[in-house]
């Protein structure tokens, strides 16, 4: 563009980099002198001088291996928060602390506790800070943290696969229905697609949330399951769009079967910390919920595909794209997890889903024009879509 | 204490939910040398408190606390605590009548309750249970409360006495900076208190305000048991005969949700345990003991392989309960324990509160029979 094609620009004189840089590094330069004052001048001394500390401690893992409860803690407050002492079930005990010394702000340590913990029956740990305040973490049923030993490893795997993998296949297979629809029956399928997909995401940022809330309240976990689910969501659109054209087919299929892995993860998880917690017998349970519910899922892949002649072995691949991130859920579930980085995952999938609601809504809009998203077809399939999943989820 | 544990039906994905609790704005500046190493490292069973003195290596397991309480900071030792009685200045009047004084203080003062752990105490003469105010029966007392503290407080004694020198928020209640005598005469004998009676009761008593007050009995106005006390009066040659020491139990709510974190026998938890009460089997064990439990209804102490004579309130010169090996007490309540280790074999002897809990978080001694 030429630089005096508007009379706007003809009257702007060119601007200097010099200039630029300057009007740039003003603000900097002021923002860097208010700092230097706060922390140097302490204007704020008599405000603060003598005041209680605040002290906040936040539990992100609570392992058990056999005679040891192993804590993983952070700490934020006004300044740093020292572990003077340790009881559990309200008798002192003895613990490290690894590093040793205070814990800085939003710092993190791992307390070991040699404790003759039982297995099956409730624990509850105290930990004593510098000031006398008491941070308590119930230990509901205690459970051996499974060990990543290869058997456990196998048998965890063998749970995200019938939790992912297996029920998306399962609702890939009604894909050749799918080819004898109707214009309108397809419209229907599309919209179910969308409903499915919105279900997922209100209870995938929904859990987002509920995690972010167990995190240190200075970490702004919950503003930071918004900002990834809104900057994944974008990031995905950018790749998907990066052709020119919104993503159809089979590349709409692999967005709608990434952004569903994303969940599944967090299912998984969801399973590998209930059997982390004790909550093994709960699993079975779990997984039989999980596998109504995802089956789905599979369906929802399937509709951007029909009319087009997919391999066996793009089935396969959408599979496994939606279904084994499971897998890795259940593992690392089952060790479990700092809660902020929970909620972040789960900020992702919900991004992920998002994405894919705004392209297969698009696809609908493209095919048959804005007016389709209103009709009986899309309504119905969009209504259905939801209340199919909410009502297969009370089975988990 | 602890709720009994439910198992969840249903589960929250969320099932690591962290927990997160804040420390009621209470607290007074914390000291800053609170970042060396954490005490000692441990390597678990037996391999601890090396340093900590005369007990046998793991004879408590993995329930101790850890580190070491710095008792020169504290300015006071809970091993001297139990036998420092502070016996005041003795005058003797013109009509041949004896008046013992003393002068406290209270003091506002941040206290090493557990290793690294401070608490914000109020304290008569800067230390937790206050000085062991010891008297023989009959005296005239006169004691000189100057309240250093930033809080008023006042000194209730546990004696006869009128009303005017009760120690209450309407008598002798002394404001920061401010000074009140105390005068009454030494009775009844035995084995009482004195604590602070100002207003919040609770906190003003679980901040450490309190102290053992001991009347011995004088032996001319007892013809019917002269040797009995005379045993019990400090200084005589058949006093001399027993070893006495003052236990007061005490516990403290650290972060003041009115629930204790902290048990202890004089103040430290597990002071004698990590430096077992040296005794000798040939003098007789005399224990002044004194129930200050703020928020539990009673404590209580309990000695193994041993047997004891106990003298409710101290106010007899025979027992009020014989061969027992526990005794409670509720708060306020205190007693004197009469203990024979002649026939023992030399080891250690634990004795502790018999409520498990209050052993477990701190409450828990042992004897060093030699």
Same mark, same amino acid.
Do not use: D, K, Y
């Given at each position: 563009m030429a630089p005096d094609s508007t009379p706007a620009q003809a009257l702007a004189r060119p601007a200097s980099p010099w200039r630029t840089a300057f009007w740039l590094l003003l603000p900097l330069a002021v923002l860097l002198g208010i700092l230097a004052l706060l922390i140097l001048g302490k204007p704020l001394e008599r405000l603060t001088e003598g005041s209680p500390p605040v002290e906040k401690v936040s539990f992100e893992r609570v392992r058990l291996t056999p005679g040891l409860i192993s804590l993983s803690v952070r700490a934020d407050g006004s300044q740093p928060v020292t572990i003077a002492q340790v009881q559990v079930d309200a008798a002192f005990r003895t613990f490290t602390i690894e590093p040793p010394g205070p814990i800085g702000r939003l710092g993190t340590a791992r307390i070991d506790i040699p404790y003759p913990w039982v297995d099956g029956e409730g624990h509850k740990v105290v930990l004593l800070s510098s000031t006398g305040a008491a941070f308590e973490r119930e230990i509901e049923v205690a459970r051996a943290t499974p060990s990543l030993d290869t058997p456990t490893l196998a048998i965890l795997a063998l749970v995200?696969?019938?939790?992912? %993998?297996?029920? %998306?296949?399962?609702?890939?297979l009604a894909f050749p229905a799918l080819g004898t629809l109707s214009p309108a029956g397809m419209r229907f399928v599309l919209a179910l697609t969308v409903g499915l997909l919105g279900y997922l995401f209100l209870d995938t940022l929904g859990e987002g949330l509920e995690q972010a809330a167990g995190a240190l309240e200075r970490l702004r976990a919950q503003a930071a399951v918004w900002v990834t689910m809104i900057i994944s969501a974008g990031a995905l659109m950018l790749l998907g769009r990066r052709g020119g054209r919104a993503p159809e087919g089979a590349a709409l299929a692999a967005f709608i079967a990434f952004g569903i892995g994303l969940h599944n993860l967090g299912e998984g998880l969801a399973v590998g910390a209930a059997i982390a917690a004790g909550e093994a017998a709960l699993a079975t349970f779990l997984v039989v919920g999980f596998t109504i519910h995802n089956v789905s899922e599979g369906f929802g892949i399937a509709a951007p595909l029909v009319g087009r002649r997919p391999r066996l072995l793009t089935f396969v691949g959408l599979a496994a794209l939606a279904g084994l991130p499971a897998v890795p859920g259940v593992w690392v579930g089952a060790q479990a997890v700092s809660p902020f980085w929970m909620a972040i995952c789960f900020g992702i999938g919900a991004g992920a889903i998002l994405q894919v609601i705004v392209e297969v809504t698009g696809l609908i809009v493209r095919r048959e024009g804005s007016a389709a998203l209103l009709s009986p077809a899309s309504l119905a399939g969009v209504g259905v879509g939801l209340a199919v999943m909410y009502l297969t989820a009370l089975f988990v | 204490m602890l709720a009994n544990p439910k198992r969840r039906l249903l589960l929250g994905a969320g099932a690591v939910a962290g927990a997160i609790a804040t420390p !009621?704005?209470?607290?007074?500046a914390v000291r800053s040398a609170v970042g060396q190493a954490h005490g000692p490292a @441990?390597?678990?069973?037996? /391999?601890?408190?090396a340093a900590a003195g005369h007990g046998i290596p793991g004879m408590e397991g993995d329930n101790l606390i850890v580190g070491a309480v710095d008792h020169a900071r504290n300015g006071f030792n809970p091993h001297d605590i139990l036998t420092d009685w502070d016996v005041g200045e003795v005058s003797t009047g013109p009509d041949g009548r004896r008046t013992r004084e003393w002068v406290v203080t209270a003091v506002d003062k941040e206290v090493e309750?557990?290793?690294? *752990?401070?608490?914000?105490?109020? /304290? +008569?003469?800067? =230390? !937790?249970?206050?000085? /062991? *105010? =010891?008297? /023989?029966e009959g005296e005239r007392l006169r004691i000189v409360f100057n309240n250093g503290s930033a809080?008023?407080?006042?000194?209730? +004694?546990?004696? !006869? @006495?009128?009303w005017r020198m009760d120690g209450v928020p309407y008598a002798g209640l002394v404001q920061p900076g401010g000074q009140f005598i105390y005068e009454f005469d030494a009775k009844p004998f035995g084995c009482h208190l004195y604590h602070c009676h100002a207003l919040p009761l609770k906190r003003h008593i679980h901040k450490g305000m309190y102290g053992a007050f001991i009347v011995d009995p004088d032996p001319a106005r007892h013809p019917e048991a002269t040797a009995v006390a005379e045993s019990r009066l400090l200084g005589s040659a058949r006093n001399a005969e027993w070893q006495e020491i003052m236990i007061c139990m005490n516990a403290f709510d650290t972060n003041f949700d009115d629930e204790n974190e902290i048990y202890a026998a004089n103040t430290i938890p597990f002071a004698y345990q990590q430096k077992p009460i040296r005794v000798e089997r040939g003098r007789k064990l005399r224990i002044y003991l004194v129930n200050i439990t703020e928020f539990d209804p009673v404590n209580s102490f309990h000695v193994h392989g041993n047997f004891f004579d106990y003298y409710d309130h101290g106010t007899t010169l025979t027992p009020t309960l014989r061969v027992v090996d526990t005794i409670m007490q509720c708060q306020g309540q205190r007693g004197i324990i009469e203990m024979d280790w002649s026939e023992h074999e030399p080891g250690h002897y634990m004795f502790h509160?018999?409520? &498990?809990?209050?052993?477990?978080?701190?409450?828990? &001694?042992? +004897?060093?029979?030699?």
């Open positions: 995200g696969i019938l939790l992912g %993998v297996a029920p %998306v296949a399962t609702g890939l | !009621i704005a209470a607290g007074f @441990h390597g678990g069973a037996g /391999t601890t408190h309750l557990a290793p690294e *752990l401070m608490f914000p105490a109020w /304290t +008569f003469n800067g =230390r !937790i249970p206050g000085p /062991t *105010l =010891r008297c /023989t809080h008023p407080h006042s000194m209730h +004694f546990h004696g !006869i @006495h009128s509160a018999h409520q &498990s809990e209050f052993a477990e978080l701190g409450w828990m &001694s042992h +004897f060093e029979v030699v």
